[in-house]
C-alpha cells in the first residue's frame, strides 16, 4: 500500500539555524498538510497546501514557516529561524481530495529537535 | 472550539477484553472521526461516522454517535496487544482537529 515517507526521521539543529522537513506524498494525492505534535500534546494542524499554494493556515504558521513543492514528488516545510519551541513531532500528510470523505494518510514523523 | 475530548487518558486491559474509549466534543459537528497512532509513527484512519449515522461498524472497531449529547464511543472487541496505541477523536468537516487521545496498553 502506498505511503507518505518523511526524511530524515530525526533531525537535530542549533536554535536560529534553518531547517528543512522533507516529505513525499502518495504519488496520486493532490492535497497536502502538515501537522506538528510537541511531546505529551496534540496534534496540531499547521498548513495545507493544493495546487501549489496553500490553502488553509494555523495560527501556528507563521512567518517564519514555509512550504514549497519543489517537484512533482516532494513536500518540504521550512524553519527560518528555529526556536526552543519548535522541538517537536513535525508529521506530513496527503489525501486523495478534501473533506472528510478522502481521509488523510499521514507519514511517520520528523522529530525535530532544537539546542 | 469543535475539538473533541478523549476520556479515560489512559486505558489498560488484558488480550480479549473490549476497550472502549470516549470523545466529547463541544459543538455541533457534521461528522467524526477516529485515528490510531502507534508509538512512533503517524496517525491511521480507522473510521468516520456522521452526524446522521449513530452506530458505525468496521471489523472489530464499533462507533456510536450520540449527537444530542455530543459524544462518541470507540469500541475495540476482543482485543489484542497489536492494538496497543493511542486513539484519538477528531471533529472538522476539512481539517481534522484532535483531542489529546487515549493511551491504550493491551497486555498479552
Known amino acids: 500500500e502506498p505511503e507518505v515517507t518523511q526524511t530524515p526521521s530525526h533531525q537535530v539543529t542549533q536554535m536560529g539555524q534553518e531547517v528543512i522537513l522533507r516529505c513525499v506524498p502518495i504519488?496520486?494525492?493532490?492535497?497536502f498538510y502538515w501537522y506538528r505534535q510537541i511531546l505529551g500534546q496534540k496534534v496540531e494542524f499547521l498548513v495545507s497546501?493544493?495546487?501549489?499554494?496553500?490553502?488553509?493556515k494555523s495560527e501556528i504558521f507563521d512567518d517564519q514557516f514555509s512550504v514549497e513543492r519543489p517537484d512533482g514528488s516532494n513536500f518540504t516545510l521550512k524553519i527560518r529561524s528555529t526556536k526552543l519551541e519548535d522541538s517537536a513531532m513535525y508529521f506530513c500528510?496527503?489525501?486523495?481530495?478534501?473533506?472528510?470523505?478522502?481521509?488523510?494518510?499521514f507519514g511517520d514523523g520528523t522529530r525535530l529537535s532544537i539546542l | 472550539s469543535q475539538q473533541g475530548e478523549e476520556d479515560p487518558q489512559a486505558l489498560s486491559i488484558q488480550e480479549g477484553e473490549n476497550a472502549t474509549m470516549n470523545c466529547s466534543y463541544k459543538t455541533s459537528i457534521n461528522n467524526l472521526q477516529w485515528y490510531r497512532q502507534n508509538s512512533g509513527r503517524g496517525l491511521v484512519h480507522l473510521i468516520l461516522i456522521r452526524s446522521n449515522e449513530r452506530e458505525k461498524h468496521s471489523g472489530r472497531l464499533r462507533v456510536t454517535l450520540d449527537t444530542s449529547k455530543k459524544s462518541s464511543s470507540l469500541l475495540i472487541t476482543a482485543s489484542r496487544a497489536a492494538d496497543t496505541a493511542s486513539y484519538f477523536c477528531?471533529?472538522?468537516?476539512?481539517?481534522?482537529?484532535f483531542g489529546r487521545g487515549t493511551s491504550l496498553i493491551v497486555h498479552p
Open positions: 497546501f493544493y495546487n501549489n499554494e496553500i490553502s488553509e
Open positions: 477528531a471533529t472538522g468537516s476539512y481539517i481534522p482537529t
Open positions: 500528510a496527503s489525501s486523495n481530495g478534501k473533506g472528510p470523505d478522502q481521509p488523510q494518510h
Open positions: 504519488s496520486n494525492h493532490l492535497y
